[in-house]
C-alpha cells in the first residue's frame, strides 16, 4: 500500500553534469532551455525513451560529506545527494537524447543523505519506504528521517546509534580511508615516499621484501612505487602490532590524524612471498606503476559520485591496471583498502562466499571494469534489504572469514595470530620462479630484452604465434615463455599442450559427443574447455594452452565459434556465447583474460594452405630465425666445452648453407635450418662435439636436403659435404 501523498507512476533523478573527460555542470543550461539532456552516445538510449510526459523529473548531483551534518558521521564519509531543480517533463521526441522539461529551481539545494543512487539517471517508484521517503522530500519539500535512515541495517555499521554486534563495527575503516585520501597527495611526490620507506625498512625487518629486480634479476633499490604497495606494507602476514607499527610510521609521514587499528579482523591480506602490485623493473611496463596510480584517483573520485563519468573512468582504469602481470583480482584487495564501504575485494574467501553463501555468478570474478563495477551495484541494492545475509562490504568480508576459519578466529586473531594471507595461487616459495633470465640460461640465443618484448606483446594480445623455419626451437620456446608468464615450471595445471593435424575437429578440441562406458553418447570437453575451467577456477593465474603446428589443422573449424571469442577485447562475460554443444539451452561460455593462447607455425610446410585472415588478425605473430651467433658460442662453449675454433667453423659451414637454401629460387628463407640442428640438448653430456655433429648430418640434415632438392641428388650431397669440410 504506498502513503498517500505518493502517488503512482514513475519518478526520476538525472545527473546536472555534462559527460565528458572533463564534466562541467549544465544546471543553468538545462534550467534556462527547459530540458534535460543525455550527455552520453551509448548510454542510457532506451531508458530516456521510456521517460513520460508528465513524469516528475529532479536535478541532482552526488558527493560524500564528513563534516557539517545533522548528525554525527562518527569519522565516516557521509553520501550526499543535493537536489538543485525540481520539474515535470513535458516532451519526449523519443531519439534518447533529449527531453523537455518545466523546471523549477530550487534556490537553495536541499542536502539527502544515504540512499543517493549509484547512476546518472535513477529511476525511483513507491513501494518501499526508503523511496517513499526520498520522493516525499524531493517532491514535497518534507524532512528526511535521518535517524531512520542510519540506523538502517545498510547504514547502521558506521552511523547508527546502536549495533547488535559492536565487535563489527570496523573502525579501522576509518584509517584506512584517511590513508588512501592522503596517498593521493603524494602521486607527483614518490621520491619521498620511496625516501621514507627506506627510513622504515632500518626500523621495520619486515620490508626488507621491498626492494626491485632488474633485468638480470638482482635485487635493486626501489626506485617507483604504487599506492597499493604501500597500503601493503601493513596488510601481510605478520602480527597485529606489527601491523599497527608500520601504520602508525606512514601515518606519522603522511599527516594522518587517524589512530592505526590495533585490530585488523576480516581484512584480506597480501601472500608474502607477493607483496607488491607491480612487476620487477626487468619485466615492467612503462606505464604500469602510473596505471595503478590512476586507479587510485578514479576509485575515490567514484567513491565520492555516483555520476557515470566517474564509474566509466574507474571501470577503464581497473582494466589497465587489472593486466598488469601478477596483479588480477588482487587489485579489488586494494581497492577495498582504500574505501573499504564502497569496494568489494575478490580474495578467495570472499569470492567463495559470494559463489556458496550468496549464490552470485563467478563469472563477476574475472569480469572486466564494467562488470566489476556492476556487481558493486548488485551488492549494494543487495545490502539496503533488510534479510540480505550482509550490508556491508566490510561486514561480507568478515563474514567470509569467519566462515573460512570458524566463529573462533575473531578470538583468536585479536590476541595476536594474523589471519592467512590471501591464498596466491602461484606463490614464489615453494614452487620457484621462472624467468626470462631462466630461458636465457636453458639455451635460448635471443636476448633478454626481444624475450620481454615478446611477453609483452603476448600479455597484450592474449594469443601469441611463434613461426619460423624448422629447427628455430618454436615449440621449446614457447613453453619457456609460457614457463615465464605463469612464473614458475612447477605449476603443471596452468599448462596444458596439444597438437593440430589435418583431422583436427572442433569436437576434439572443445567439445564433443563420445561413446561413454555404458555405450551412451556422451558430451566430453576438449583440452581447450578444461583450460577455461581451470583458468576461471584461478582468476589470478595466468593460464597458457600450448598449440604446436596450429596451421596444419583447419583453425578456423576447430575453434568454432570461440574463435570471436578469443579476441583481446572480448575476454569478458559479457560477450559470452553459446557452444555448439551446449549443457543446457541456458549454458554460454566466454574465454577469461587470463587464459593464453600460443602456437607454433612451420614456414616450411609445403602442405599448409594461406591461414584465414580472420584467424591471423587474432594473433600476433613472432618470428624466429636462426640463431647461430655469439651467444650460441657462448653457451656451447659454456655448457659442453667445445672449443672455440671448432664452434666457428661449423657456424661458417652452417650459415653459408642457409645463404645456399635462402637463395634457391625454389626455396627461400623459410626453408633454412634451425639452430637446434647443431645444438645438442642442454641435459646430454657430449664428449666430442665433431662426432655428435657428424652423426646429426647424417640422420637429420641430410634427409632434409635430399627432401628440398629430391630432383637434384648432386645439389643435396655438396650442400652436405661441405658442412663437414674442415672438421676433425
Not at 565516516?76 to 519526449?92: D, E, L, Q, R, S
Not at 621491498?210 to 599506492?227: A, E, F, T
Not at 614457447?478 to 614458475?488: D, K, N, P, Q, S
Amino acid at each position: 500500500m504506498v502513503e498517500a501523498g505518493v502517488p503512482e507512476g514513475q519518478y526520476w533523478f538525472v545527473g546536472s553534469n555534462s559527460a565528458d573527460q572533463e564534466p562541467r555542470d549544465q544546471t543553468e543550461r538545462f534550467i534556462s532551455q527547459h530540458i534535460w539532456e543525455n550527455g552520453f552516445e551509448d548510454r542510457y538510449l532506451d531508458t530516456v525513451k521510456s521517460m513520460k510526459v508528465g513524469d516528475q523529473i529532479a536535478l541532482k548531483s552526488t558527493y560524500v560529506r564528513r563534516k557539517s551534518l545533522p548528525f554525527d558521521p562518527k569519522g565516516h564519509a557521509v553520501p550526499v545527494m543535493a537536489i538543485k531543480a525540481i520539474g515535470v517533463i513535458t516532451a519526449n521526441p523519443g531519439d534518447g537524447r533529449k527531453i523537455g522539461v518545466d523546471w523549477t529551481r530550487v534556490d537553495r539545494p536541499r542536502e539527502w543523505y544515504f540512499y543517493t543512487g549509484r547512476h546518472t539517471i535513477w529511476k525511483v517508484t513507491p513501494g518501499h519506504w526508503m523511496r517513499e521517503e526520498l520522493l516525499r522530500f524531493a517532491f514535497w519539500g518534507q524532512r528526511q528521517d535521518t535517524d531512520r535512515f542510519r540506523n538502517d541495517p545498510a547504514w547502521a555499521k558506521r552511523f547508527g546509534d546502536v549495533d547488535p554486534k559492536p565487535e563489527q563495527r570496523f573502525e579501522w575503516t576509518a584509517f584506512y580511508e584517511a590513508m588512501a585520501t592522503a596517498l593521493l597527495a603524494f602521486r607527483n611526490r614518490r621520491t619521498e615516499l620511496l625516501g621514507h620507506l627506506r627510513e622504515m625498512q632500518e626500523r621495520h625487518e619486515e620490508l626488507g621484501f621491498l626492494m626491485d629486480r632488474d633485468w638480470r634479476d638482482n635485487p635493486v633499490p626501489l626506485k617507483d612505487i604504487c599506492p597499493f604497495t604501500v597500503m601493503g606494507t601493513f596488510n601481510r602476514g605478520t602480527t597485529p602490532a606489527k601491523r599497527t607499527a608500520i601504520a602508525s610510521d606512514w601515518a606519522e609521514f603522511l599527516g594522518v590524524t587517524v589512530p592505526a587499528p590495533t585490530g585488523f579482523d576480516g581484512i584480506p591480506l597480501l601472500n608474502n612471498q607477493n607483496s607488491w602490485f607491480f612487476p620487477p623493473a626487468g619485466t615492467r611496463q612503462r606505464d604500469d606503476i602510473e596505471s595503478l596510480w590512476d586507479v587510485l584517483a578514479s576509485a575515490l573520485a567514484a567513491a565520492d559520485s555516483s555520476e557515470d563519468h566517474e564509474r566509466l573512468r574507474l571501470a577503464n582504469a581497473y582494466d589497465r591496471a587489472r593486466d598488469i602481470y601478477r596483479v588480477g583480482t588482487k587489485l579489488t584487495m586494494g581497492l577495498f583498502w582504500i574505501r573499504p564501504w564502497n569496494y568489494l575485494p575478490l580474495d578467495g574467501r570472499s569470492r567463495q562466499y559470494l559463489k556458496t553463501e550468496l549464490m552470485l555468478d563467478q563469472d563477476f570474478f574475472t569480469a572486466d571494469g564494467t562488470a566489476y563495477v556492476t556487481l558493486l551495484d548488485t551488492l549494494a541494492s543487495k545490502f539496503e534489504d533488510p534479510q540480505f545475509a550482509v550490508h556491508s562490504f566490510p561486514e561480507l568480508s568478515w563474514t567470509a572469514y569467519l566462515e573460512r576459519y570458524g566463529h573462533g578466529a575473531h578470538t583468536e586473531a585479536t590476541e595476536g595470530d594474523a589471519p592467512e594471507p590471501e591464498d596466491d595461487p602461484t606463490p614464489m616459495s615453494p614452487q620457484a620462479s621462472y624467468t626470462v633470465r631462466d630461458i636465457v640460461t636453458d639455451g635460448c640465443f635471443i636476448g633478454e630484452s626481444d624475450l620481454n618484448g615478446y611477453l609483452a606483446r603476448w600479455r597484450s594480445k592474449k594469443n601469441l604465434i611463434l613461426q619460423g623455419p624448422p629447427g628455430t626451437g618454436k615449440t621449446w620456446l614457447a613453453r619457456r615463455l609460457a614457463y615465464a608468464l605463469i612464473g614458475t615450471k612447477d605449476n603443471k595445471s596452468a599448462l596444458r599442450a596439444t597438437q593440430f593435424h589435418p583431422n583436427s575437429s572442433y569436437e576434439d578440441f572443445v567439445r564433443g559427443w563420445r561413446p561413454g562406458s555404458d555405450g551412451k553418447l556422451t558430451l566430453v570437453d576438449g583440452p581447450f574447455l578444461e583450460m577455461v575451467e581451470r583458468a576461471n577456477a584461478n582468476p589470478d593465474v595466468p593460464h597458457v594452452m600450448l598449440i604446436e603446428e596450429i596451421n596444419r589443422g583447419n583453425p578456423v573449424q576447430v575453434f568454432g565459434e570461440l574463435l570471436t571469442l578469443i579476441e583481446a577485447g572480448k575476454r569478458s562475460p559479457r560477450e559470452s556465447l553459446q557452444l555448439a554443444y551446449p549443457r543446457s539451452g541456458t549454458e554460454s561460455v566466454h574465454v577469461p583474460s587470463n587464459l593464453y593462447i600460443i602456437g607454433t607455425m612451420n614456414l616450411a610446410d609445403r602442405s599448409l594452405a594461406i591461414m584465414d585472415l580472420a584467424f591471423r588478425r587474432r594473433f600476433a605473430f613472432v618470428s624466429l630465425e636462426p640463431n647461430v651467433n655469439d651467444a650460441w658460442q657462448t653457451w656451447m662453449s659454456a655448457r659442453h666445452g667445445v672449443e672455440a675454433k671448432e664452434l666457428e667453423l661449423v657456424r661458417y659451414r652452417f650459415e653459408a648453407l642457409n645463404d645456399r637454401i635462402a637463395d634457391d629460387p625454389s626455396l627461400g628463407s623459410e626453408f633454412r635450418l634451425g639452430h637446434s640442428f647443431v645444438t645438442p640438448p642442454a641435459e646430454e653430456r657430449v664428449s666430442s662435439f665433431s662426432d655428435w655433429f657428424r652423426g646429426v648430418v647424417d640422420t637429420e640434415i641430410v634427409p632434409t636436403l635430399e627432401e628440398y632438392w629430391f630432383d637434384d641428388a648432386a645439389k643435396a650431397e655438396a650442400a652436405s659435404a661441405a658442412l663437414l669440410e674442415g672438421l676433425e
